[in-house]
């Protein structure tokens, strides 16, 4: 069975710029997390969707969006690129919404702001 | 509010146990458990729900104490392949549907022959 699958692997942005990243879920899961980690850090929350719906928003600034597809997959969106997004940005997905079932993580994104 | 994990590094000689703590202030749903090798996505080990049910790996055991919002990792017989950072990640419901899971800095275990 595939796992979840994130494009593209890599990213290199200029201050400024915008970006998408893609996410498709587990066969059979409805939910889609967004997670930011920076090196030597755990993962931090930024999104939680599920049936296209948002569940969950940690602490970012709206600068981050994310929308959910009918077919389960998502994009996170972020705007006006800082130096300090830099990171790698992991998806996570689940059977349905919540804490409460066992989250799987793609192998991220790995983004680059210059 | 980031839940704190304890110690934040151990190493161990093949064979040797280990104990992993976590602990949060906030009043918790679940407690979720990662281990994540340098370069790869965190792997999915354990989740333990509120009520006492657990879900995971066989040759992994945790606990979850609700009342003090405490949980620990217990890593018996230590193999090299259990190198990597541990991450406690605790679940947490803000209302209106709302969810978020947060996790800890993470437990660095290296294993060496």
């Known amino acids: 069975d595939a796992g979840v699958t994130q494009s593209p692997t890599h990213l290199i942005k200029t201050r400024g710029q915008h970006v998408t990243l893609r996410c498709s879920p587990i066969?059979?899961?409805?939910?889609v997390s967004w997670y930011q980690q920076v090196l030597g850090q755990g993962p931090q929350f930024i999104f939680q969707?599920?049936?296209?719906?948002?569940?969950g928003r940690g602490n970012f600034p709206d600068r981050f969006s994310a929308r959910q597809f009918p077919n389960y997959s998502s994009e996170l969106n972020v705007n006006a690129l800082l130096l300090g997004d830099s990171a790698l940005y992991l998806c996570?997905?689940?059977?349905?919404?919540?804490?409460?079932?066992?989250?799987?993580f793609g192998p991220g994104t790995r983004l680059t702001v210059l | 509010q980031q839940p704190v994990q304890s110690p934040q590094a151990v190493i161990l000689r093949e064979g040797e146990d280990a104990v992993i703590n976590c602990s949060s202030s906030?009043?918790?749903?679940?407690v979720h458990w990662y281990r994540q090798k340098h370069g790869e996505a965190p792997v999915f080990l354990m989740i333990?729900?509120?009520?006492?049910e657990q879900k995971g790996h066989e040759k992994i055991s945790a606990s979850f104490n609700e009342k003090k919002q405490q949980s620990s990792l217990y890593l018996t017989a230590s193999q090299l392949s259990y190198s990597g950072t541990y991450f406690c990640?605790?679940?947490?419901?803000?209302?209106?549907?709302?969810?978020?899971?947060?996790f800890g800095k993470g437990t660095k275990l290296s294993v060496i022959p």
């Open positions: 333990l729900l509120k009520g006492g």
């Open positions: 066969s059979g899961h409805k939910s």
């Open positions: 906030k009043a918790l749903y679940s």
């Open positions: 990640g605790t679940g947490s419901y803000s209302g209106a549907g709302s969810y978020q899971l947060t």
């Open positions: 996570a997905s689940s059977l349905w919404a919540g804490t409460d079932n066992e989250q799987f």
């Open positions: 969707y599920y049936e296209k719906e948002e569940r």
